[in-house]
């Protein structure tokens, strides 16, 4: 596996995919610059899903999450599309993503944005 950022999301098998059980992963060192500024924000990126048939491989979403440090993004935009790339790549039956960005400007920011597969509906 290669250890360059990369958008390639890989999953693997759910060990257990006859039980409803959920994953919650944590990373707070996410990082994406600003598109109007250049600067750099900062995250905490909280993904919760509940699995149906695949897993995301840990190593797969660090380089995934890595590749958005020199892109620049609105953080409305990028919880979003991780959200809609994790969707695409695991199929689960329920995700939320949460990104809780590090004040600036004096403002804190949090985007919570959230899949059901079962309703189809989408937050």
Not at 22 to 29: A, L, Q, S, T, V
Request: glycine share 6%; charged share 25%; with cysteine.
């Amino acid at each position: 596996m290669a250890t360059a950022p990369s958008k390639n999301l890989e999953t693997f098998p759910n060990p257990k995919p006859e039980r409803d059980y959920e994953i919650n992963m944590e990373c707070p060192e996410f990082t994406c610059v600003c598109p109007r500024t250049g600067q750099p924000d900062f995250a905490t990126i909280g993904i919760r899903y509940v699995p149906a048939e695949l897993c995301v491989e840990l190593k797969s979403l660090k380089l995934y999450l890595w590749s958005y440090r020199n892109e620049g993004a609105f953080h409305e935009a990028v919880i979003n599309r991780i959200l809609d790339d994790l969707v695409r790549a695991v199929q689960p039956k329920a995700m939320t993503v949460v990104g809780d960005f590090n004040v600036r400007g004096g403002i804190h920011t949090t985007v919570t944005a959230s899949h059901d597969a079962g309703t189809r509906s989408e937050r």
